[in-house]
């Protein structure tokens, strides 16, 4: 995963469509208990690595409302894991092949985004 949706989101659900991956569901279908704005999915975000920017950001009228986060690899397996047990996420969770862990099912993430940045969750520019 490389973007999160944060609470300056207005809820307007214009990013859910656009979403390649379907990675994106409202706050009504987050499964967040008690979320209050559109969720991001980690273990289904691609960061549309294949556009010029994520499709979620270049729809999205609310500036800072969708920013980088760490990579979805092995390496950041621990980040996600903690984050998940947090309730900050709530990756999914197979029957037979346990959760959706970057060590099992890492995704495509742009290079060009520094760690400091995506540390800093700073805003997806267009």
Same mark, same amino acid.
């Not at 760490?70 to 894991?81: D, R």
């Given at each position: 995963? #490389?973007?999160?949706?944060?609470?300056? =989101?207005? /809820?307007?659900?214009?990013?859910?469509?656009?979403?390649?991956?379907?990675?994106?569901?409202?706050?009504?279908?987050?499964?967040?208990?008690?979320?209050?704005?559109? @969720?991001?999915? %980690?273990?289904? =975000? !691609?960061?549309?690595?294949?556009?010029?920017? %994520?499709? =979620?950001?270049?729809?999205?009228?609310?500036? +800072?409302? !969708?920013?980088?986060?760490? %990579?979805?690899?092995? &390496? @950041? /397996?621990?980040?996600?894991?903690?984050? /998940?047990?947090? +309730?900050?996420? /709530?990756?999914?969770?197979?029957?037979?092949? +346990?959760?959706?862990?970057?060590?099992?099912? %890492?995704?495509?993430?742009? &290079?060009?985004?520094?760690?400091?940045?995506?540390? #800093?969750?700073?805003?997806?520019?267009?």
């Amino acid at each position: 995963m #490389a973007v999160m949706i944060t609470d300056l =989101c207005i /809820n307007c659900d214009s990013c859910i469509d656009e979403c390649p991956a379907t990675a994106i569901v409202s706050a009504d279908d987050s499964p967040i208990e008690d979320a209050e704005y559109t @969720y991001v999915k %980690p273990e289904k =975000c !691609i960061e549309c690595v294949d556009s010029t920017m %994520p499709k =979620c950001a270049d729809v999205c009228p609310t500036e +800072g409302a !969708i920013v980088w986060d760490m %990579p979805y690899t092995s &390496e @950041y /397996n621990n980040y996600y894991i903690s984050r /998940n047990e947090e +309730g900050i996420y /709530n990756i999914r969770i197979h029957k037979k092949q +346990g959760i959706f862990s970057p060590e099992k099912k %890492p995704k495509p993430f742009r &290079e060009v985004i520094t760690i400091a940045q995506r540390e #800093a969750h700073e805003a997806v520019q267009i």
